[in-house]
């Protein structure tokens, strides 16, 4: 009997996927997107808060395009995923 393990195996995608995600306005800040790297399908990682690429923390909203049209971006992150 041979069976394959290869068939069964999720599909896992060389580079991971680039979701934009909204920072949190504290202070002289302001709220700003950045770029998270997903490793999970992005129904899942909507709305929940994760490590941005440039380190900081910000809620994925998958309904935003990375990189995103809008003009307050993350400086860093536009620089880390270009
Ligand atoms: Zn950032």
């Known amino acids: 009997m041979r069976t ?4 069964s195996a999720p599909a896992l995608a ?13 202070g002289p800040t302001t709220a700003l997107w950045h770029a998270v ?3 999970r399908p992005t ?10 690429v440039c ?6 909203d998958v309904d935003q395009p990375w990189p ?4 307050d971006v993350c400086p860093a992150c536009a ?3 270009r």
């Not at 394959?4 to 068939?7: D, E, F, H, P, V």
């Not at 995103?68 to 003009?71: E, V």
């Open 79 to 81: 620089v880390l995923t």
């Open 14 to 26: 060389s580079a991971p996927a680039l979701v934009a995600a909204r920072s949190r306005a504290h």
């Open 43 to 52: 129904a899942e990682v909507d709305g929940a808060c994760e490590l941005t």
């Open 55 to 60: 380190g900081s923390l910000a809620r994925i």
């Open 37 to 39: 790297e997903v490793h």
């Open 4 to 7: 394959s393990a290869l068939a």
């Open 68 to 71: 995103t049209p809008t003009r």
